[in-house]
């Protein structure tokens, strides 16, 4: 298995002024090339860390990617720390010099003495064309092992790697394949999950392994599977998710990169069906999930958020009596929500959501994170009650999606 | 100048599965209490890694912020690593456990052995509640040194870092006093915003920095003063404020932690007055906004997401000639939706948006990004049309930020 480590250079990400979005894109494109990342790390523009975590670097891992400092301006000395890491020097790169002017030249632009050294590159490097910007990127060999220097600007990095660097490193390794799959579950809790397959996680082949990832209201499974013929890779994977899917199909609403709003809107269009939204305790976040979805209007009528009793009653129609008596936290109430807002809108579903998000308005009979939920549709309604915890914001994201998989549910009628 | 190392445990970030926002996060929060990130560390759920970067960030740093690896499942083994490293073992710590029951009973669900084992701790390490989640915070010491270990989850590890360890750590290293004030603006660019007050940002004394913090439609400023005696910062920094203050009026709705949607309900609750939504575009997103504060059931009665025109009509009442000369994305549809919303639900306000979110659906009169808001008002109706990107969920995040800063003007009357 070929390893590497993703620096990152530069002491705004170190202070946590700019995000860095480069090392996750770095790690997932070597990834699907079957190159490990066992470490990423992140210095600032200083030349003891830099050669610090070079040495470091160089023992554990079999390439080594450095993006950062490659700027202008004298705060960036990555360039210098690599010849001096190397024991070498710069010298000005005929190739690299003639881009670099014209790019300058295109903007109609004049060049300063610190543009014309950008074009200065180690003697012991190759130098990698960057036809996006103004710093080259530079490939270094040592003992077998890789180093690969690259601009931090998510864009021309991005656009080096892809052209030039992850070619070079799929046939300078001829490295492992690995494959993912995932499944993503709604409903049930990381160690439930964990001991409902137990026996079948325990029981994974040695090259298959299984990783949990919960985010609010949802626990991802993944499997990655390493060896050397990807179709038997998918075929290892696919027989295992087999084995444990009739464990868990009542919880797994999609593979891979699939959202439940993504699930619940393909299942929609494809059946050319559309759906209405009666929101209370979820103030339109709901709606929300539905619209940030590009083309959704084809099967999104709209929707009410009934904040108020009022408008509960004069948007939707929920009757005064039922408000009275059962509360607008009730079964009764979400029930009409959900059916009124199918008739109004005229619409294949109506889904609604009442309840207490918190962290206030809790009663002893009704605790802050009681929260009702509701699917009308063509043949009959059906509720759910859930018992979340006192932080609103929570409340919010896991009621809607339990709400957007209780739809999804009644659409598949399982 | 205290050193950090923040290190960040598990395979998913490694390979890129999930954006980590921790780090950042963490050394964002670490310079605002004087403590100088010097280096950050991904590594695997793998004992190996997880006990070399520990000893390596030891040797170098002198507090090591660790987060992930604490979950219930076998892939979790920070805290066992951590015995190892540390040399000692895993004890039931009561407290933990009465925390981690009662997060089960709350929700009446029952409590599996694995849940029951995230109340074990290491005997050398001082328990720091989670209240938040399941897996503990844990805090060691070792030669005047601190390791702190946290869960990965983003919401735990903020809330734990907020309420429990930024604290302690600034009264265990005695840090310097550090004072932060923030100006918030929407409706003007970081440029622009930059020109407006370069004169004053060059006078700045030398213990006061500033920053610009753009995100989605809004830039902060942050000044940060550095010194020995708060009382007098506050003095400084607010001296500051006041020079800018009348160069940026206009733009600034808030301090500090002030969200446009906090600003706008606490004005409304101040003076007993209403509001309602009619989206078309942002469908459902400034419901969301407004209601995702505590207590905006007080002044927030509701709303209509009225994504297709029967909706449009039928709901809200807006006129079919209208949607049919002017069309759904004009200035008359958006000024009888906030209007119409006004009347129906009989608020003080009524807040509307329509417009082209994308990423397809525009033409050469209204391209993607074009986008009216409409604020109605016991007075009069106030209109601006917005002219934006062609990134979806970009333009449902700028727009809402927009009209609910017209309301706000419209409300102050500026």
Chains 1, 2 share one sequence.
Request: aromatic share 8%; hydrophobic share 40%.
């Amino acid at each position: 298995m070929v390893k590497a480590e993703v620096i990152t250079i530069g002491d705004e990400i170190l202070f946590g002024q700019i995000t860095d979005t480069n090392t996750q894109w770095i790690s997932t494109e070597l990834t699907n090339i079957g190159i490990r990342t066992i470490r990423k790390s992140s210095v600032g523009d200083n030349e003891d860390s830099i050669l610090e975590i070079l040495a470091e670097a160089e023992k554990r891992a079999d390439v080594i990617l450095i993006t950062g400092g490659l700027g202008p301006t004298k705060d960036d000395i990555t360039k210098t720390t690599l010849c001096k890491y190397f024991d070498t020097e710069l010298y000005i790169n005929e190739e690299a010099l003639a881009l670099v002017t014209s790019f300058f030249v295109k903007r109609g632009r004049p060049m300063t003495e610190l543009n014309r050294q950008q074009a200065a590159l180690p003697k012991n490097s190759t130098y990698i064309p960057n036809h996006w910007g103004t710093a080259p990127g530079m490939w270094f060999e040592r003992n077998g092992k890789v180093f690969v220097s690259m601009p931090g600007v998510p864009f021309e990095m991005k656009s080096l790697m892809t052209h030039a660097i992850l070619p070079k490193l799929q046939s300078f390794f001829k490295t492992a394949v690995i494959h993912h799959k995932m499944l993503r579950t709604i409903g049930i809790g990381e160690s439930f999950l964990a001991e409902r397959i137990e026996a079948w996680e325990d029981a994974l082949p040695s090259h298959i392994k299984l990783a949990y990832l919960p985010s609010f209201g949802q626990v991802r499974l993944r499997l990655t599977a390493t060896g050397t013929d990807l179709a038997q890779l998918q075929k290892d994977t696919q027989a295992e998710v087999d084995k444990v899917m009739p464990l868990i199909a009542n919880f797994v609403y999609g593979y891979d990169d699939d959202e439940i709003e993504t699930v619940v809107g393909k299942l929609l269009k494809e059946r050319g069906q559309t759906l209405a939204t009666a929101e209370s305790c979820t103030g339109g976040y709901v709606s929300h999930l539905i619209t940030k979805i590009p083309g959704s209007s084809q099967y999104f009528m709209g929707g009410v958020v009934s904040y108020s009793n009022d408008v509960k009653m004069q948007q939707l129609g929920v009757s005064p009596d039922t408000l009275a008596t059962d509360g607008a936290v009730s079964e009764q109430t979400v029930i009409q929500m959900a059916e009124r807002v199918r008739q109004r809108l005229q619409t294949t579903y109506g889904i609604s959501a009442s309840g207490i998000a918190g962290p206030d308005g809790g009663s002893d009979q009704k605790p802050v994170g009681t929260i009702w939920i509701a699917v009308a549709g063509p043949d009959n309604t059906v509720t759910q009650k859930l018992q979340l915890g006192k932080f609103r914001e929570q409340n919010i994201q896991f009621t809607s999606v339990y709400l957007l998989n209780l739809l999804r549910k009644q659409m598949l009628g399982i």
